[in-house]
């Protein structure tokens, strides 16, 4: 008889329902309580000239001589967005949608206002060096047309800001901003502070340095698609105290740290980020769905003590899973562990004594399992430090699941 370690797991409700029975932020959810799950589409030149500041263009001249530009650390002393407009800050670390692996940014968020223009600054002085002008989002479901922009900001020769989806832009920024669905590689200089454009409800926000790795992410050259994921440091740590107090009272996670994480590998052990054998690590084996063999067992972006399980395809489509009772840990499965069987229910958020509609800034969230909410089985087995074997079961009980069958994947780190 087969040995099998039994856990109850919970998803996380989301989709574009329209209901406000449970609202979990996503990126981003609307002001009625509707979850759009969803990921921009970045160009192949965005990922490839608007990643780490030593690889673009004015970064090379700069090492012919050119110009000069400053190097190490440095302190911002302007916030990236009017923080009396916000109304809160998602931290790091979102799984939703087809945002399968935690993800590297945080979210300045006002849905309690959708409507309000909130300007967008430039939290230190710098040079924008890229524009992409974003016209969609890719999903599980059709794409949703958009117009909106990302941009990078090299700050020194080592930190950048990049912002994504800035609804509006500066004047100066407008005039070199590339045609809906282009990329452009820019040299526009910025002042600490200077308004670079406006946000509405929602606009992404991440600092990235590359004199910082993160320990967490055990296989860089997976994340070759976006160079920059390997350096998306804690962002509230590159700000005057002043700023990072405030900062972090916007933030709706229940503990420290308050700009959250989103590195959770640890060698030998079921927690962290895989991906499937064969798709090009992040990458993806399709971009229209590059987030399909994406896995992750990690930690509640707001509720650090409650245990996500993330998949890119369960029964079709993208998936965030909970563990009732937490255990085992995933920092806990390893090899000698064996198989572990977890049941699949639903799981929501909520304040006190009522659930969180997203939108309006609380002082903890939890997430709490709707345990009558089956929804199917996964099964994992570390086969060795970094290789996984995964096959999930939707719509079935543990007591139909006895093993493995030839439709199990591997995953690698």
């Known amino acids: 008889m087969l040995r099998v370690t039994l856990?109850?797991?919970a998803v996380l409700l989301a989709g574009c329902t329209g209901s406000t029975d449970s609202v979990p932020v996503n990126d981003p959810p609307m002001a009625t309580g509707t979850v759009v799950v969803a990921t921009a589409s970045l160009s192949s030149e965005a990922r490839a000239t608007a990643t780490e500041p030593r690889g673009t263009a004015r970064s090379a001249a700069l090492a012919d001589g050119a110009a000069s530009c400053e190097d190490g650390r440095i302190t911002f002393e302007t916030p990236p967005v009017d923080l009396e407009a916000t109304e809160l800050v998602v931290p790091l670390g979102l799984m939703s949608g087809s945002h399968v692996t935690p993800v590297d940014h945080i979210y300045f968020q006002n849905y309690r206002e959708p409507q309000r223009v909130i300007d967008v600054y430039s939290p230190a002085a710098g040079t924008v060096t890229s524009i992409q002008h974003m016209a969609q989002r890719v999903t599980d479901g059709p794409a949703v047309a958009i117009d909106d922009y990302r941009l990078v900001i090299e700050h020194t020769c080592s930190i950048s800001s990049i912002f994504i989806h800035v609804a509006s832009l500066a004047p100066a920024l407008a005039a070199v901003a590339p045609a809906p669905g282009n990329h452009?590689?820019?040299?526009?200089?910025?002042?600490?502070?200077?308004?670079?454009?406006?946000?509405q409800s929602n606009v992404d926000y991440n600092v990235v340095d590359v004199d910082v790795t993160l320990p967490g992410l055990l296989v860089p050259e997976h994340y070759r698609a976006e160079p920059w994921k390997i350096h998306a440091a804690p962002p509230f740590d590159y700000f005057s105290d002043e700023i990072r107090e405030r900062l972090e009272s916007l933030s709706v996670r229940a503990e420290g740290p308050f700009d959250g994480r989103f590195d959770y590998d640890v060698d030998g052990r079921l927690v962290g980020t895989w991906f499937q054998q064969g798709t090009n690590g992040y990458e993806g084996a399709n971009r229209d769905r590059y987030w399909a063999g994406h896995l992750t067992a990690a930690y509640d972006h707001f509720d650090p003590s409650h245990v996500v399980i993330s998949l890119g395809t369960f029964d079709g489509v993208s998936a965030q899973l909970g563990v009732l009772g937490n255990a085992p840990n995933p920092a806990e499965v390893s090899v000698a562990t064996g198989l572990v069987a977890y049941e699949l229910v639903s799981y929501e958020y909520w304040t006190g004594g009522?659930?969180?509609?997203?939108?309006?800034?609380?002082?903890?969230?939890?997430?709490?399992?709707?345990?009558?909410?089956?929804?199917?089985?996964?099964?994992?087995?570390l086969l060795d430090d970094r290789t996984l074997k995964v096959e999930t079961f939707p719509g079935q009980s543990s007591n139909e699941v006895s093993g493995f069958t030839e439709a199990a994947l591997i995953s690698e780190r």
């Open 7 to 9: 856990v109850v797991f």
């Open 354 to 381: 009522e659930r969180w509609d997203g939108a309006r800034h609380v002082a903890e969230l939890e997430a709490r399992n709707r345990d009558s909410d089956m929804r199917g089985v996964v099964l994992f087995q």
């Open 184 to 199: 452009s590689n820019v040299d526009v200089t910025v002042q600490a502070g200077e308004a670079i454009g406006t946000y």
